[in-house]
């Protein structure tokens, strides 16, 4: 009876967490065609990808503590909601205030899905006394390569990008109405003032905040400029290209689904300086050969060098004895998703000064950080 409790509570949380990464696989593997439909250039393009991220930073604290304060499933409820109905609005937009605008909402929702989503999964993790964090972000990877899968063959198809949003939220509706059913019941706890809940990590959590920085910008960075890099490149199509973050996803996929298993064996500071030794040959493989195939191996050995690092860090905040979970993962999500967020609009300000290449030559100084970094994820 409890190995079918524990299944069933980790479906209804994964299905948040593939919920989140399908919303965000789909809008990241078609930005060459908002590119083209509003022709931007880099730097334009980063600047609405600050938006994006500004929405979303702007959410992690608010969420955190709404998640400790009334719950996090019932939080995770309405922001799945919310996630969704503003991902569908985002093709619709014919201007660029609204497309800002759209993406400014979509930042917010999926951000703050993010948070109550992963106190969620804590709260599971402690209940049930196994270490399945890894597991759940395996679903977002997997929620994400889907939507990469799909806008690879939208694009392979000339399928416009409104009907290629429509028919990703169709396909997620069910997801939705299977979080709705859940029963959870979530921990409440006594919080501190909402202003309190924007402080930067305490002194415990900032090593986790640089770690989860440095990995999120690389994630990030992935997400929002592979696709884009393997054009310029490699000159492949805006499919081929769109295929390339499908295999990062599925990486973190793989992975992440081992993750778990690959902490406990190892110990969480050995399982971070493994991966970033593995993610910095992935970055070298991208950056110097510059043939398609070998720079899809290389995002692949990126994608299995992050997969387990965010997990890791969440699961080491969540033990953390001096602030709650809701706050310690928010905390350490505002300073380390600032990578995932903020990072890549910086560096199409920096490809646009320079060139697209730069961006993975910091994504691969970055690994040197994380792997400098990992003692801090000894236990407490």
């Known amino acids: 009876m409890l190995r079918i409790a524990f299944f069933k509570d980790w479906v209804m949380v994964a299905g948040a967490f593939i919920l989140a990464g399908s919303t965000f696989g789909i809008w990241a593997s078609r930005i060459p ?7 931007l250039s880099p730097g334009q393009l980063g600047g609405f990808l600050f938006l994006l991220a500004f929405g979303a930073i702007l959410s992690f604290a608010c969420s955190g503590f709404l998640s400790d304060k009334f719950g996090a499933v019932s939080i995770s409820k309405i922001l799945a909601c919310l996630c969704l109905s503003v991902f569908i609005c985002l093709p619709l937009a014919n201007d660029l205030v609204t497309f800002g605008w759209f993406l400014f909402l979509f930042g917010v929702f999926n951000g703050g899905l993010d948070i109550s989503m992963n106190v969620w999964a804590s709260e599971v993790q402690k209940r049930y006394e196994k270490q399945v964090l890894s597991s759940f972000h395996s679903m977002f990877s997997m929620g994400a390569g889907i939507g990469a899968v799909l806008g690879f063959v939208a694009a392979s198809n000339e399928i416009s990008i409104q009907a290629n949003f429509f028919i990703g939220a169709i396909f997620l509706i069910p997801v939705l109405v299977l979080i709705l059913c859940s029963k959870w019941q979530s921990e409440r706890k006594k919080v501190d003032a909402l202003f309190k809940q924007f402080a930067i990590p305490k002194k415990s959590l900032v090593g986790l905040g640089v770690i989860a920085f440095c990995s999120s910008l690389g994630e990030g960075g992935v997400a929002d400029w592979s696709a884009l890099y393997l054009v310029f490149v490699t000159q492949v199509s805006e499919a081929d290209a769109a295929l390339g973050f499908g295999a990062f996803s599925f990486s973190m996929v793989v992975f992440r689904l081992m993750g778990d298993k690959i902490i406990v064996r190892l110990g969480k500071e050995a399982t ?18 510059g043939y398609y ?37 928010a905390s350490v999500s505002t300073f380390g998703y600032s990578g995932f967020l903020i990072g890549p609009p910086i560096l199409g300000l920096i490809a646009d ?7 993975f030559v910091i994504l691969m100084l970055l690994t040197g950080v994380i792997f400098a970094m990992s003692n801090q994820l000894s236990p407490p």
């Open 272 to 289: 971070g300086r493994i991966s970033a030794i593995i993610a910095f040959f992935g970055v070298v493989l991208v950056i110097f050969p």
């Open 353 to 359: 000064y320079t060139s697209i290449i730069s961006v």
């Open 293 to 329: 195939v070998i720079i899809v191996l290389g995002l692949i050995f990126m994608g299995a060098g992050y997969a387990i690092l965010i997990p890791v860090c969440f699961s080491r905040a969540a033990e953390d004895l001096s602030v709650s979970p809701g706050a310690a993962i």
């Open 33 to 39: 065609a908002f590119v083209t439909r509003f022709d």
